[in-house]
């Protein structure tokens, strides 16, 4: 990718149009782009200008990649400060990144049997958490992360946009325990 010769104000003129055609691209039609989303697309087109959508599909999804082994680190930690038990081995493909022509253009991050293929921290770090729970269940039949306060398993949930332990225990339909951020000290 090449740096973007003409910058500053008129490289942005265009930012809408080009924003618009590369979310056709890649977004799932129909639901809101995070806002994160938004601005990272236009700190893209700041710095390099309309790139092709191929190349904006690779970059998006190497973005994805990378938010993915990060999530997976933090929530690796995680899992051995409250358990003692590693989210390792042969047996656990931790991130896997694939391209599927009936997909679309962007390849997808898989953890275990868990998919995400948008650069945008809250549903990465909920998808990894969900294929780190699944492995931690799977290999050594142990639940995590329990509720405190009614010693169920919890459950990624979405709030406002961010990913969160949600337990089923008590009532209105259970009770959120926290923010996976603020939980396991990711980025917020």
């Not at 710095?47 to 990378?66: H, K, N, Q, V, Y």
């Not at 405190?148 to 969160?164: C, I, M, N, P």
């Amino acid at each position: 990718m090449k740096a973007n010769p003409i910058g500053g104000l008129a490289a942005m003129s265009n930012f809408p149009d080009w924003r618009d055609r590369m979310l056709q691209a890649v977004w799932r039609q129909g639901e809101s782009v995070p806002e994160e989303v938004l601005t990272w697309m236009s700190e893209v087109h700041a710095e390099f200008g309309e790139m092709p959508e191929d190349e904006f599909c690779e970059l998006w999804t190497e973005r994805t990649f990378s938010m993915a082994r990060s999530a997976f680190e933090v929530i690796e930690k995680s899992v051995f400060d409250e358990t003692g038990k590693r989210v390792t081995g042969g047996e656990f493909d931790y991130v896997n990144y694939f391209r599927d022509p009936d997909f679309g253009p962007v390849g997808a991050v898989r953890f275990k049997s868990t998919e995400v293929s948008t650069p945008d921290w809250a549903e990465v770090l909920g998808v990894v958490a969900e294929g780190v729970q699944e492995f931690v269940m799977d290999y050594y039949s142990t639940v995590w992360p329990v509720c405190r306060l009614h010693a169920f398993g919890l459950h990624v949930d979405y709030v406002h946009d961010t990913a969160v332990w949600k337990c089923s225990g008590g009532p209105a339909d259970g009770h959120v325990v926290g923010a996976l951020n603020a939980i396991m000290g990711g980025p917020s």
